[in-house]
């Protein structure tokens, strides 16, 4: 029977019952409000069915099993109400949720159950005349037990109305405390909106969805920063919009989400598109989304834009290659440098035997051969550098034995130029942990470099000293110095050569002073440089830690 009352919709008539109401008379009510109450609680029916199947049977059987039905209910509070909205009757169920007892609750007004303001607004009433004018009505909020703690109910009433006249008889009403649910809820509410909050404070990555077909349907900073769209420009538009014409056309959107769908995840790299037409260097990520019952329901898209690490790693793969080619530059320049040396050798040799002015040449050839071996040299060494292949030799140096042997080297250029060279070196007593061919190069370079861009019968000045615990060399001229602008970027490289020093035919590649440096910090030094300003003359100076005399 009940069953087959579960089956039908809620207007299938069903067995009566006479409830005594306060006033003494019988009403006859259709219990209607069985199918809200099976349809709440299915698993409630092996019990109530086991009820009625034992019940003793009689004459009143019927009114009997569904008064066993209602009693053995007793997650639900069922009860009926008079037209008036008093209480006329009481189940277990209704007594464990609310705490009233059966005695104490019949015929009172079922407003009791309410909050003060609620009562105040007159909504117990409000809900029996929509009952009364929809045939039911359901509700969730607050309700209040005897003790006066409150619980988040489901409410369902149900109006009852007698089949013959359709005269309202009373209502029959459902409640349920849903407080744990509400709670559940509630807590999933706030975890998804801090989880909102954490996905729209993220800046750096695009993080937003798709439905099924590629519409957007969520937008976060990220996205808004990354591709140009506030969320109202672009939700509900499809994610193709971020590929080139031609990716589109190739059906490399739809594409993603295939593979997505069939691998469980899809990542790729490649351009795409801003707002503003703009291309950006992006890392995707897209994962399919299912529902309960396994149906696709979007996907998660995250993307980072990786322009400026893609700009880094060009950059890495042009300084390879750029030095990849001055080493084989230096190579090449090398070849013929050996016999030209070898045969300004043979001509020095023959002095007394060639004319003044061949001699003359010859010393020119000489010169210009020193530096040039000297230009190819330093850039073998930068790109040693930069590929870490440049290993130290280091041992316990005078400092003194290496500022000779480098003033020793680089004295014909100075000469030729007719500087005037002063020193001012401490005495022998100042040693470094050093490589001596590299410290030499370092100070030869600072030397040339001041031989160079000094005029001709300007002032060099090399000196040294100690300091708390260091040893200080400087090279300072009187010549062109260096503008604000260019001391900022003197030790880069190559720089003489980006910068306005390299106006002159006295000017190099910008090679000598970012070797220098870069060797000064190998030892664990620094290197620094000062210029008043153009035509102020400069001063370059590096510092390494000193060590004790070798005993």
């Known amino acids: 029977m009940v069953a087959s009352a579960r089956r039908r919709n809620r207007r299938t008539p069903a067995p009566r019952r006479r409830p005594r109401v306060p006033t003494g008379r019988i009403a006859e009510l259709r219990a209607r409000a069985l199918p809200p109450i099976m349809a709440c609680h299915p698993k409630a029916f092996p019990t109530v069915l086991t009820a009625i199947a034992t019940a003793p049977a009689s004459g009143n059987s019927i009114e009997q099993r569904l008064q066993l039905l209602i009693e053995a209910v007793v997650d639900y509070g069922i009860f009926l109400l008079d037209t008036g909205g008093h209480i006329v009757s009481w189940n277990s169920g209704a007594q464990k949720l609310k705490g009233w007892r059966r005695d104490e609750v019949l015929g009172r007004h079922f407003s009791i159950f309410y909050p003060p303001e609620a009562v105040a607004t007159g909504w117990p009433e409000e809900e029996l005349r929509r009952a009364t004018r929809d045939g039911r009505f359901e509700d969730e909020g607050w309700r209040v037990r005897k003790d006066g703690t409150r619980f988040w109910a489901n409410v369902v009433i149900t109006a009852l109305r007698d089949p013959a006249t359709g005269e309202l008889t009373g209502f029959a009403k459902v409640t349920r405390d849903l407080t744990e649910r509400r709670a559940h809820e509630e807590e999933l509410r706030r975890s998804e909106e801090r989880f909102r909050l954490l996905v729209d404070s993220i800046s750096d990555h695009a ?31 499809h994610f193709g919009i971020f590929f080139s014409p031609t990716d589109r056309t190739a059906g490399k959107p739809q594409n993603e989400l295939e593979l997505a769908r069939r691998h ?7 351009w795409r598109l801003r707002k503003d037409g703009s291309r950006f260097w992006g890392k995707v990520t897209v994962t399919p989304m299912y529902g309960s019952t396994g149906e696709l329901v979007g996907f998660a898209k995250i993307t980072q834009d990786l322009s400026q690490l893609r700009k880094l790693e060009d950059l890495e793969r042009s300084s390879q290659r750029m030095n990849e080619f001055l080493a084989m530059l230096a190579h090449e320049l090398r070849n013929p440098l050996a016999p030209i040396r070898n045969a300004v050798t043979i001509l020095q040799k023959l002095d007394g035997q060639v004319p003044g002015q061949v001699g003359k040449l010859r010393d020119v050839i000489d010169r210009q051969v020193t530096q040039l071996t000297r230009l190819v040299d330093d850039l073998l060494d930068v790109s040693r550098l930069t590929t870490g292949k ?17 003033i020793e080297t680089v004295r014909p250029l100075i000469e030729a130029r007719h500087h005037q060279l002063e020193m001012d070196i401490m005495p022998g007593h100042a040693w470094v942990d050093a490589d001596p061919t590299r410290l030499a190069q370092v100070l030869q370079n600072l ?45 880069d490289l190559f720089a003489q050569g980006a910068a306005g020093l390299a106006v002159t035919t006295d000017s190099g590649l910008g090679v000598g002073l970012a070797l220098a440096r870069a060797l000064v910090q190998m030892h664990g030094g620094t290197m620094t440089a000062h210029s008043g300003g153009v035509g102020q003359g400069s001063t370059f100076t590096f510092r390494l830690p000193a060590i004790r005399a070798p005993a």
Do not use: C
């Open 390 to 406: 440049i290993k130290l030799r280091r041992e316990p140096v005078p400092l003194e034995e290496i500022i000779q042997r480098s």
């Open 207 to 237: 993080v937003f969805m798709l439905d099924a077909q590629g519409r957007v349907q969520s937008w976060n900073r990220g996205a808004e920063m990354i591709h140009g769209y506030t969320g109202a420009e672009i939700l509900g538009q």
């Open 264 to 270: 469980g995840r899809f990542e790729d790299e490649g």
């Open 447 to 491: 030397l040339v470099n001041a031989a160079k861009y000094t005029p001709e019968k300007g002032l060099l000045r090399v000196a040294s000293r100690r300091l708390d615990g260091t040893v200080e060399v400087s090279v300072t001229d009187n010549g062109r110095g260096i503008s604000t602008e260019e001391l900022d970027q003197i030790f």
